[in-house]
Protein backbone atom coordinates (compact mmCIF):
# COMPACT_ATOMS: atom_id res chain seq x y z
CA UNK A 1 0.00 0.00 0.00
CA UNK A 2 1.62 3.38 -0.74
CA UNK A 3 2.32 5.55 2.12
CA UNK A 4 2.49 9.25 2.15
CA UNK A 5 5.87 11.24 1.55
CA UNK A 6 6.00 12.24 5.40
CA UNK A 7 4.72 8.49 6.55
CA UNK A 8 7.49 8.93 9.10
CA UNK A 9 6.61 12.22 10.72
CA UNK A 10 3.25 11.32 10.79
CA UNK A 11 4.18 8.08 12.77
CA UNK A 12 6.61 10.50 15.03
CA UNK A 13 3.46 12.39 15.62
CA UNK A 14 1.26 9.57 17.10
CA UNK A 15 -0.74 8.92 13.88
CA UNK A 16 -3.70 6.63 13.66
CA UNK A 17 -3.94 4.84 10.06
CA UNK A 18 -6.92 4.18 7.75
CA UNK A 19 -6.58 3.30 3.95
CA UNK A 20 -8.43 5.73 1.53
CA UNK A 21 -8.38 5.40 -2.38
CA UNK A 22 -5.22 2.29 -1.63
CA UNK A 23 -2.92 4.92 0.47
CA UNK A 24 -2.30 4.75 4.27
CA UNK A 25 -3.26 7.68 5.38
CA UNK A 26 -3.61 9.64 8.83
CA UNK A 27 -7.20 9.25 10.37
CA UNK A 28 -6.26 10.95 13.82
CA UNK A 29 -3.15 12.03 15.78
CA UNK A 30 -4.25 13.49 19.29
CA UNK A 31 -8.00 12.62 18.78
CA UNK A 32 -9.86 13.78 16.13
CA UNK A 33 -12.86 15.41 18.07
CA UNK A 34 -9.82 17.63 19.54
CA UNK A 35 -8.59 18.30 15.89
CA UNK A 36 -12.30 18.76 14.64
CA UNK A 37 -12.81 21.96 17.92
CA UNK A 38 -8.84 22.84 16.29
CA UNK A 39 -10.45 23.95 13.12
CA UNK A 40 -13.52 25.74 14.24
CA UNK A 41 -11.97 28.15 16.48
CA UNK A 42 -8.04 27.88 15.56
CA UNK A 43 -6.48 26.00 12.60
CA UNK A 44 -6.00 22.42 11.52
CA UNK A 45 -3.37 21.22 8.80
CA UNK A 46 -4.04 18.07 7.01
CA UNK A 47 -1.81 15.54 4.37
CA UNK A 48 -3.64 15.57 1.61
CA UNK A 49 -1.10 14.22 -0.34
CA UNK A 50 -2.08 11.03 -1.64
CA UNK A 51 -4.80 13.07 -4.23
CA UNK A 52 -3.66 13.16 -7.74
CA UNK A 53 -2.07 16.16 -9.23
CA UNK A 54 -2.23 16.30 -13.07
CA UNK A 55 -0.91 19.11 -14.94
CA UNK A 56 -2.10 20.19 -18.36
CA UNK A 57 0.98 22.49 -20.31
CA UNK A 58 0.70 23.89 -23.79
CA UNK A 59 -0.80 26.61 -25.88
CA UNK A 60 -4.12 24.54 -26.57
CA UNK A 61 -4.53 23.61 -22.51
CA UNK A 62 -7.81 26.05 -22.09
CA UNK A 63 -9.45 25.05 -25.25
CA UNK A 64 -8.96 21.47 -25.06
CA UNK A 65 -10.25 21.10 -21.57
CA UNK A 66 -12.82 23.95 -22.24
CA UNK A 67 -14.48 21.05 -24.39
CA UNK A 68 -14.59 18.40 -22.43
CA UNK A 69 -15.26 19.75 -18.60
CA UNK A 70 -18.30 21.16 -17.23
CA UNK A 71 -17.43 24.08 -15.81
CA UNK A 72 -16.33 27.13 -18.09
CA UNK A 73 -12.11 26.88 -18.06
CA UNK A 74 -12.22 29.19 -20.93
CA UNK A 75 -13.53 32.10 -18.69
CA UNK A 76 -10.67 30.96 -15.61
CA UNK A 77 -8.90 34.18 -14.84
CA UNK A 78 -4.95 33.93 -14.62
CA UNK A 79 -4.10 32.87 -10.85
CA UNK A 80 -7.94 31.16 -10.06
CA UNK A 81 -9.32 27.87 -10.16
CA UNK A 82 -12.79 26.09 -10.02
CA UNK A 83 -14.27 22.93 -9.57
CA UNK A 84 -15.48 20.76 -12.40
CA UNK A 85 -16.08 17.12 -13.70
CA UNK A 86 -15.92 15.07 -16.25
CA UNK A 87 -18.58 13.00 -17.45
CA UNK A 88 -19.73 10.38 -20.11
CA UNK A 89 -21.43 10.82 -23.38
CA UNK A 90 -24.82 9.97 -21.27
CA UNK A 91 -24.05 13.09 -18.39
CA UNK A 92 -22.82 10.29 -15.97
CA UNK A 93 -19.62 10.85 -13.46
CA UNK A 94 -16.32 9.90 -14.57
CA UNK A 95 -14.42 12.16 -12.59
CA UNK A 96 -14.45 15.46 -10.09
CA UNK A 97 -11.75 17.43 -9.47
CA UNK A 98 -10.80 20.80 -8.50
CA UNK A 99 -8.61 23.08 -11.31
CA UNK A 100 -6.25 25.47 -10.53
CA UNK A 101 -4.58 28.19 -13.72
CA UNK A 102 -0.71 28.32 -12.31
CA UNK A 103 0.27 30.54 -14.89
CA UNK A 104 2.04 28.73 -17.48
CA UNK A 105 -0.05 25.61 -16.33
CA UNK A 106 -3.34 23.99 -15.02
CA UNK A 107 -3.11 22.21 -12.69
CA UNK A 108 -6.10 19.32 -11.61
CA UNK A 109 -6.57 17.94 -8.07
CA UNK A 110 -8.81 14.51 -7.70
CA UNK A 111 -9.01 11.96 -5.93
CA UNK A 112 -6.62 9.01 -7.23
CA UNK A 113 -9.83 6.61 -8.72
CA UNK A 114 -11.32 10.06 -10.09
CA UNK A 115 -7.98 10.70 -11.39
CA UNK A 116 -7.41 7.70 -12.94
CA UNK A 117 -10.86 8.13 -14.89
CA UNK A 118 -9.54 11.45 -16.01
CA UNK A 119 -6.13 10.29 -17.46
CA UNK A 120 -7.94 7.02 -19.55
CA UNK A 121 -10.38 9.27 -21.19
CA UNK A 122 -8.52 12.32 -21.77
CA UNK A 123 -5.26 10.09 -22.80
CA UNK A 124 -7.33 9.23 -25.99
CA UNK A 125 -7.79 12.39 -27.58
CA UNK A 126 -5.25 14.46 -26.47
CA UNK A 127 -2.84 14.03 -29.25
CA UNK A 128 -5.34 15.65 -31.58
CA UNK A 129 -4.34 18.90 -29.28
CA UNK A 130 -1.41 20.81 -28.40
CA UNK A 131 -1.96 20.31 -25.12
CA UNK A 132 1.00 17.53 -22.74
CA UNK A 133 -0.64 15.71 -20.03
CA UNK A 134 1.75 14.71 -16.78
CA UNK A 135 0.45 13.00 -13.48
CA UNK A 136 3.13 14.18 -11.16
CA UNK A 137 1.63 12.74 -8.03
CA UNK A 138 4.62 11.97 -5.99
CA UNK A 139 6.32 14.57 -7.05
CA UNK A 140 4.71 16.67 -4.72
CA UNK A 141 3.37 17.04 -1.31
CA UNK A 142 -0.50 18.92 -0.80
CA UNK A 143 -1.11 19.91 3.05
CA UNK A 144 -4.27 21.55 3.78
CA UNK A 145 -4.59 24.42 6.46
CA UNK A 146 -7.81 25.58 7.46
CA UNK A 147 -10.11 27.51 10.03
CA UNK A 148 -10.53 31.40 11.53
CA UNK A 149 -6.47 32.00 12.46
CA UNK A 150 -5.35 30.23 9.24
CA UNK A 151 -4.32 33.44 7.85
CA UNK A 152 -2.08 33.95 10.49
CA UNK A 153 -0.21 31.05 10.34
CA UNK A 154 0.22 31.45 6.67
CA UNK A 155 1.92 35.04 7.74
CA UNK A 156 4.26 33.79 10.42
CA UNK A 157 5.51 31.18 7.70
CA UNK A 158 5.25 33.20 4.04
CA UNK A 159 4.82 36.66 5.31
CA UNK A 160 1.55 37.61 3.81
CA UNK A 161 -1.97 38.13 5.61
CA UNK A 162 -4.23 39.04 2.73
CA UNK A 163 -7.57 37.15 2.58
CA UNK A 164 -7.64 34.99 -1.31
CA UNK A 165 -10.92 35.31 -2.93
CA UNK A 166 -12.52 31.96 -3.25
CA UNK A 167 -10.64 29.70 -5.48
CA UNK A 168 -7.97 32.22 -5.94
CA UNK A 169 -4.01 31.39 -6.63
CA UNK A 170 -0.98 32.83 -4.73
CA UNK A 171 2.73 31.31 -5.84
CA UNK A 172 5.60 32.38 -4.38
CA UNK A 173 9.00 31.26 -2.82
CA UNK A 174 10.16 29.20 -0.40
CA UNK A 175 13.51 28.44 1.36
CA UNK A 176 13.94 28.19 -2.48
CA UNK A 177 11.69 26.15 -3.20
CA UNK A 178 8.25 26.73 -5.67
CA UNK A 179 5.30 26.70 -3.19
CA UNK A 180 1.37 27.31 -4.45
CA UNK A 181 -1.28 28.34 -1.90
CA UNK A 182 -4.81 27.22 -3.22
CA UNK A 183 -7.61 28.92 -1.71
CA UNK A 184 -10.18 25.73 -1.14
CA UNK A 185 -13.26 27.40 0.67
CA UNK A 186 -15.69 24.07 0.30
CA UNK A 187 -15.12 23.04 3.51
CA UNK A 188 -14.19 26.93 5.25
CA UNK A 189 -13.68 29.80 3.63
CA UNK A 190 -10.19 30.12 5.14
CA UNK A 191 -9.63 26.69 3.38
CA UNK A 192 -5.96 26.99 1.82
CA UNK A 193 -4.40 24.07 -0.17
CA UNK A 194 -0.40 24.28 0.17
CA UNK A 195 1.25 22.71 -3.06
CA UNK A 196 5.08 22.00 -2.61
CA UNK A 197 8.01 20.01 -3.79
CA UNK A 198 8.47 16.82 -2.01
CA UNK A 199 11.59 18.08 -1.47
CA UNK A 200 10.66 20.85 0.78
CA UNK A 201 7.68 18.94 2.11
CA UNK A 202 8.86 17.83 5.35
CA UNK A 203 10.86 21.51 6.56
CA UNK A 204 6.91 22.99 5.55
CA UNK A 205 5.17 21.20 7.61
CA UNK A 206 7.07 21.31 10.47
CA UNK A 207 7.15 25.02 9.82
CA UNK A 208 3.33 25.39 9.73
CA UNK A 209 3.15 23.31 13.11
CA UNK A 210 5.22 25.55 14.86
CA UNK A 211 3.96 28.83 13.25
CA UNK A 212 0.35 27.86 13.77
CA UNK A 213 1.31 26.24 17.26
CA UNK A 214 0.82 28.91 20.08
CA UNK A 215 -2.36 30.06 18.39
CA UNK A 216 -3.97 26.45 18.43
CA UNK A 217 -2.82 24.52 15.11
CA UNK A 218 -3.35 20.96 15.27
CA UNK A 219 -2.43 18.44 12.76
CA UNK A 220 -5.76 16.99 11.52
CA UNK A 221 -6.22 13.30 10.22
CA UNK A 222 -8.97 12.61 8.15
CA UNK A 223 -11.70 11.69 10.44
CA UNK A 224 -11.68 15.19 11.55
CA UNK A 225 -12.47 16.44 8.10
CA UNK A 226 -14.67 13.81 7.74
CA UNK A 227 -17.21 15.23 10.07
CA UNK A 228 -16.66 18.62 8.53
CA UNK A 229 -17.55 17.38 4.95
CA UNK A 230 -20.39 15.96 6.47
CA UNK A 231 -21.95 18.92 7.69
CA UNK A 232 -21.44 20.69 4.40
CA UNK A 233 -22.64 17.67 2.20
CA UNK A 234 -19.41 17.69 -0.10
CA UNK A 235 -19.42 14.46 -1.61
CA UNK A 236 -16.78 12.38 -2.33
CA UNK A 237 -15.73 10.36 -5.46
CA UNK A 238 -15.96 6.67 -4.93
CA UNK A 239 -17.64 7.39 -1.84
CA UNK A 240 -21.48 8.97 -2.11
CA UNK A 241 -21.21 8.99 -6.29
CA UNK A 242 -19.45 6.94 -8.75
CA UNK A 243 -20.06 6.61 -12.46
CA UNK A 244 -23.86 5.88 -11.90
CA UNK A 245 -24.13 9.44 -10.64
CA UNK A 246 -25.34 12.64 -13.04
CA UNK A 247 -23.64 15.22 -11.29
CA UNK A 248 -26.70 16.95 -9.80
CA UNK A 249 -28.37 13.98 -7.99
CA UNK A 250 -24.47 14.89 -5.57
CA UNK A 251 -25.02 18.13 -5.86
CA UNK A 252 -22.36 19.58 -8.04
CA UNK A 253 -23.77 22.67 -9.30
CA UNK A 254 -20.93 24.93 -8.91
CA UNK A 255 -18.97 22.54 -10.67
CA UNK A 256 -21.32 23.43 -13.78
CA UNK A 257 -21.38 26.02 -16.07
CA UNK A 258 -25.07 26.15 -17.48
CA UNK A 259 -24.04 29.16 -20.22
CA UNK A 260 -20.54 27.70 -22.02
CA UNK A 261 -20.58 25.92 -25.01
CA UNK A 262 -20.77 22.17 -25.89
CA UNK A 263 -18.42 19.73 -23.56
CA UNK A 264 -19.16 16.12 -23.17
CA UNK A 265 -22.65 15.53 -21.68
CA UNK A 266 -23.67 18.51 -21.81
CA UNK A 267 -27.44 17.37 -23.80
CA UNK A 268 -27.73 15.34 -20.73
CA UNK A 269 -27.22 18.06 -18.04
CA UNK A 270 -28.69 20.70 -19.96
CA UNK A 271 -32.47 18.50 -20.24
CA UNK A 272 -32.12 17.80 -16.42
CA UNK A 273 -31.52 21.22 -15.62
CA UNK A 274 -34.08 22.65 -17.85
CA UNK A 275 -37.10 20.35 -17.09
CA UNK A 276 -35.83 19.58 -13.27
CA UNK A 277 -36.20 16.33 -13.34
CA UNK A 278 -34.06 13.88 -11.17
CA UNK A 279 -35.47 11.07 -9.53
CA UNK A 280 -32.38 10.91 -6.37
CA UNK A 281 -30.49 13.61 -4.72
CA UNK A 282 -28.03 13.29 -2.21
CA UNK A 283 -29.53 14.34 1.02
CA UNK A 284 -28.10 15.29 4.63
CA UNK A 285 -29.96 13.27 7.34
CA UNK A 286 -29.37 13.80 11.20
CA UNK A 287 -29.86 10.56 12.83
CA UNK A 288 -30.83 8.96 16.06
CA UNK A 289 -28.33 7.13 18.50
CA UNK A 290 -24.34 7.41 18.76
CA UNK A 291 -22.73 5.10 16.41
CA UNK A 292 -23.14 6.37 12.53
CA UNK A 293 -24.58 3.66 9.84
CA UNK A 294 -22.60 1.90 8.11
CA UNK A 295 -22.69 2.47 3.94
CA UNK A 296 -25.19 0.61 1.97
CA UNK A 297 -27.64 1.23 5.51
CA UNK A 298 -31.41 0.90 4.06
CA UNK A 299 -33.24 4.12 3.84
CA UNK A 300 -37.10 3.99 4.68
CA UNK A 301 -40.13 6.35 4.25
CA UNK A 302 -43.55 5.31 5.38
CA UNK A 303 -42.60 1.47 5.30
CA UNK A 304 -41.38 2.26 1.36
CA UNK A 305 -37.08 2.06 0.50
CA UNK A 306 -35.88 5.03 -0.83
CA UNK A 307 -32.51 5.21 -1.00
CA UNK A 308 -28.96 4.15 0.77
CA UNK A 309 -26.54 5.48 3.28
CA UNK A 310 -23.29 6.88 1.88
CA UNK A 311 -21.60 7.77 4.67
CA UNK A 312 -21.74 8.91 8.08
CA UNK A 313 -19.65 10.19 11.19
CA UNK A 314 -20.72 11.62 14.19
CA UNK A 315 -20.98 15.83 14.35
CA UNK A 316 -19.99 17.60 17.03
CA UNK A 317 -21.42 20.81 16.01
CA UNK A 318 -24.73 18.88 15.74
CA UNK A 319 -24.45 16.53 18.70
CA UNK A 320 -25.35 14.06 16.41
CA UNK A 321 -24.87 11.63 14.04
CA UNK A 322 -24.96 13.05 10.20
CA UNK A 323 -25.69 11.34 6.81
CA UNK A 324 -24.92 11.64 3.76
CA UNK A 325 -27.45 9.09 1.79
CA UNK A 326 -28.81 9.13 -1.79
CA UNK A 327 -32.73 9.26 -1.37
CA UNK A 328 -35.74 9.96 -4.07
CA UNK A 329 -36.38 13.51 -4.41
CA UNK A 330 -39.70 13.68 -3.14
CA UNK A 331 -38.78 12.49 0.17
CA UNK A 332 -35.36 15.01 0.48
CA UNK A 333 -37.49 18.04 1.80
CA UNK A 334 -35.78 19.20 5.17
CA UNK A 335 -37.43 18.23 8.33
CA UNK A 336 -38.72 14.72 6.50
CA UNK A 337 -39.36 11.91 9.18
CA UNK A 338 -37.37 9.01 7.91
CA UNK A 339 -35.90 5.71 8.99
CA UNK A 340 -32.52 3.65 8.46
CA UNK A 341 -32.47 0.03 8.88
CA UNK A 342 -29.94 -1.88 9.89
CA UNK A 343 -28.95 -5.31 11.15
CA UNK A 344 -32.74 -5.62 11.57
CA UNK A 345 -33.05 -3.02 13.20
CA UNK A 346 -34.45 0.77 12.99
CA UNK A 347 -33.36 4.28 13.75
CA UNK A 348 -35.01 7.51 13.35
CA UNK A 349 -33.93 10.36 10.83
CA UNK A 350 -34.50 13.62 9.86
CA UNK A 351 -33.85 15.66 6.41
CA UNK A 352 -31.58 18.50 7.42
CA UNK A 353 -29.99 21.17 5.47
CA UNK A 354 -26.13 21.31 5.12
CA UNK A 355 -24.50 24.61 6.70
CA UNK A 356 -22.83 27.00 5.01
CA UNK A 357 -18.82 26.47 4.54
CA UNK A 358 -18.17 29.09 7.89
Same mark, same amino acid.
Given at each position: ?57 ? +? ?51 ? +? ?42 ? !? ?6 ? +? ?17 ? !? ?130 ? !? ?13 ? !? ?28
Amino acid at each position: MPRLPLHDLHARLGARWEEQEGWEIPCAYSGWKEEYAAIQGSAGLSDLSFLSKIFFIG +PDRRRFLNGLLTNDVAGLKPLAGLPACLLTPKGKLRADLLLYDLGSELLALAR +PSAAANLARDLSRIILLSQTTMEDSSRGFCLFYLAGPKALLVEK !SVFGRLEA +PRPYEVRAGEWQGSRVWLL !SEPRLRPEGCLVLCPVKAGQALWQALTEGGRPLGLKPAGSQAFNALRLERGLPLFGVDMDQDTIPLEAGLEEAISFTKGCYLGQETIARVKNLGHINRILAGLRVSGEAPPAPGTRVFHAEKEIGRVTSAAY !SPRLGAVVVLAMIRV !SESQPGTKLELEEGGCRRTAEVVEFFPGT
